[in-house]
């Protein structure tokens, strides 16, 4: 079972990971200033496998993705959204930390919830109730299948879809 | 063939092929700007990918993020960027020559009808000129470098008409929050804003309408090339929105019944009336950034400068946007103005904005600030407020030390 930190709507990079802690400022230990002046608690009480549950707009602002990979570092499993913006929905891609845009998943997602994630089967267990996801688009499956874009471009060197 | 947007027009021509909202497809990328915050990611990326930059000169490295070098990982990050970039034959804008978005449109690497990916949200700039410009995170920069193109889907465009002139002692900044207040900070998530300003605006005050487009979520914001740009660039042909184009929606801004507008803490849709603001204490005021740093807003700032004092309670901190900027004040006696006023000049840069260095702010201090985002403990401390507000008024709060308007100020005798 896996724990639920609930954020608010308009969460942005800053809040996720402080410019000041980036690892171009602090080194390799960044991750540990994961929403620090948020939930100063969440970094060191989260634990590997966790879901963060969002409102709209999640990942508004800069384009460092330092920021998802300090969440990636500390085990988070996927964030479940309302909305995603667009520069912070690539990094997660890229990083391939799941980023559910499911609005009426994340809006009923509440704070220390207890739930069950299954990602090849596109469902979120909480007790006894079942979440289903939305299926992935065919430019990305084919991307993931490889693991990630960067794999597949490694892979083909060429992108999903290009002749 | 269906009408186009400008968006999908830069986009067709990148991809070899018409596409349309909604879209996704590879496109041919012209230039790739990585800045050194970020560089040392986009490096271990392509060392990852075992690749080079395919064109090294369509690749430039700047130090602008905490230069000179805060600390000493800051230096190492700095080396390393510099480094690559001399020996990968990339172009490289080292310390003190200006913030990557006012650097790149003053070396004419930015183009009308241009698509440029940069390692910044604030990468929206270059719609400015006429190009497609927009910010990417480590790892489609570092995969754009090494392919010479990336993957996008094509944005449904938002359209911004503007109607009447402004009145005195409003600019393009007002103009650029008023409609981020309009839309909100999600309002045009995904989608290209193309703002038709006919022959209005100098290209200065274009790229800060250009900059701000990311704050409402925007993937580019597209100025229709007029006045001063249509002017100064070779803008082709082609580079126009076709009659009958498809846009998801349309904001229209009467310019006549535009004041003077702040971003409220904790963020920037959050916009008031100057007016409704007054009184607040201010301790710091941040003349600078990308949104806000050069000379048409030091101009507007020693204007309500000149002859007046800042109040002792209060700091002003001065960061032009580049070298150049800095030149041009120097030469045109804007800095001394500044100067004698008592302003504080810093290194061409990006400042304080993100909290790294050169004016970070303590728990309970109130910043008015020039440029883009004033998130909780962007600047500093998450205890500290930041107001956003245009260069005129950003100066009459250093010399009030309070929130105001420039006609609120005593009246200069002599």
């Known amino acids: ?163 | 063939m269906r009408p186009q947007t400008l968006a999908e027009k830069i986009l067709s021509r990148h991809a070899g092929r018409p596409v349309w909202a909604g879209e996704l497809c590879v496109v041919e990328v012209d230039h790739v700007m990585v800045v050194d915050s970020i560089a040392p990611s986009v490096l271990e990326v392509l060392q990852d990918l075992r690749a080079e930059p395919r064109y090294p000169d369509r690749v430039s490295f700047v130090i602008d993020h905490a230069a000179p070098a805060v600390n000493e990982s800051v230096a190492a990050a700095q080396r390393q960027a510099r480094t690559y970039a001399r020996e990968h034959g990339c172009l490289l804008f080292e310390v003190g020559r200006g913030i990557c978005h006012q650097v790149l449109i003053e070396e004419g690497i930015v183009q009308p009808g241009k698509l440029i990916l940069g390692s910044d949200s604030h990468s929206t700039t270059y719609g400015a000129v006429g190009a497609f410009g927009t910010g990417m995170g480590a790892t489609d920069i570092a995969l754009a470098a090494a392919a010479g193109r990336t993957w996008l889907k094509v944005p449904a465009s938002l359209k911004v008409v503007l109607r009447g002139e402004l009145g005195p002692g409003v600019g393009a900044k007002d103009l650029a929050l008023e409609m981020i207040g309009r839309l909100g900070a999600d309002g045009a998530t995904y989608m290209s804003i193309e703002i038709d300003a006919g022959d209005r605006f100098s290209r200065g005050e274009r790229m800060t309408l250009a900059n701000l487009c990311v704050e409402a979520g925007a993937k580019a914001g597209l100025v229709l090339p007029g006045g001063e740009v249509a002017r100064d660039y070779a803008v082709p042909e082609w580079l126009r929105p076709d009659p009958g184009a498809q846009y998801r929606a349309t904001l229209e801004i009467d310019l006549a019944e535009l004041s003077p507008r702040m971003s409220v803490p904790h963020q920037v849709d959050q916009v008031r009336e100057v007016a409704g603001l007054r009184g607040r204490k201010v301790d710091q005021v941040f003349l600078g950034s990308c949104t806000n740093g050069r000379l048409e807003d030091l101009h507007a700032a020693a204007q309500v400068l000149r002859g007046r004092r800042v109040n002792p309670g209060t700091r002003l901190l001065v960061i032009p946007a580049s070298s150049l900027v800095l030149e041009a004040a120097a030469e045109d006696g804007t800095l001394l103005t500044l100067l004698q006023a008592g302003a504080v000049l810093g290194t061409p840069g990006c400042g304080p904005c993100m909290g790294r260095h050169q004016g970070v702010l303590a728990p309970g201090e109130v910043c008015v600030s020039t440029s883009n985002r004033n998130f909780l403990g962007r600047m500093g401390s998450a205890e500290a407020e930041i107001y956003l507000a245009s260069p005129a008024v950003a100066a009459a709060c250093a010399v009030a030390g309070q929130i105001a308007l420039p006609e609120d100020l005593e009246a200069v005798h002599g």
């Not at chain 1, 690892?23 to 608690?41: I, K, Q, S, T, W």
């Not at chain 1, 800069?62 to 996927?78: F, I, M, N, T």
């Not at chain 1, 509440?110 to 469902?123: F, S």
Request: hydrophobic fraction near 40%.
């Open chain 1, 1 to 163: 079972m896996a724990r639920v930190w609930k954020f608010p709507d308009a969460i942005n990079t800053d809040d996720i990971l402080p410019g000041k802690y980036a690892p171009f400022m602090v080194g390799d230990d960044f991750h540990r200033y994961a929403f620090h002046h948020l939930r100063p608690e969440f970094a060191e009480q989260v634990r590997p496998g966790d879901i963060l549950a969002g409102g709209r707009n999640w990942g508004l602002g800069s384009s460092r993705e330092y920021a998802p990979q300090a969440l990636k570092r500390l085990g988070v499993a996927a964030i479940v959204a309302v909305s995603f913006a667009r520069i912070h929905y690539r990094n997660l891609l890229n990083l391939g930390l799941p980023a559910l845009d499911e609005p009426e998943i994340a809006a009923s997602l509440r704070d220390g919830d207890q739930v069950t994630l299954d990602l090849e089967a596109g469902t979120l267990q909480r007790g006894e109730e079942i979440f289903h996801f939305h299926p992935v688009p065919e430019f990305l499956r084919e991307a993931l299948k490889e693991g990630s874009i960067l794999a597949y471009y490694r892979r083909y060197q060429k992108f999903p879809g290009e002749a």
